[in-house]
């Protein structure tokens, strides 16, 4: 996916592949600060080492918290620009105590429903 301001200054988010309109121009946006204005690629990377960590780092730690809080594997590799869930779920999510949590609620819950 790529991003591409308008005009106006609305931004569209449209597939790779698209054509986008006559005078629109493609943005390196990441994410939105505190006060809703885009946070450039080269701001994030600062504060993001700024904080001792790097950009990949925060894209695998993106993962693994929205693997984390239930999100579907295909929508987690289309926010990171996967065309397959196979690369998202083996390199990039990665298993949390939180994960194991859940997975053991889900299967003692399973097991009361089989069990008198």
């Not at 946006?29 to 960590?53: E, M, Q």
Request: proline share 2%; net charge positive; charged share 20%.
């Amino acid at each position: 996916m790529y991003i591409y301001e308008a005009k106006d200054g609305g931004l569209w988010q449209m597939q790779k592949q698209a054509a986008p309109q006559k005078g629109m121009k493609r943005r390196q946006l990441v994410c939105t600060g505190k006060n809703g204005n885009c946070v450039s690629k080269t701001s994030l990377t600062y504060a993001l080492r700024k904080a001792g960590i790097n950009s990949h780092s925060f894209r695998h730690t993106h993962a693994t918290l929205c693997a984390e809080s239930g999100a579907p594997a295909k929508g987690i590799a289309g926010r990171l620009g996967h065309s397959s869930t196979a690369i998202t779920d083996n390199l990039y999510t990665h298993e949390t105590e939180t994960m194991q949590e859940n997975t053991l609620e889900a299967f003692e819950k399973t097991i009361k429903n089989i069990v008198l």
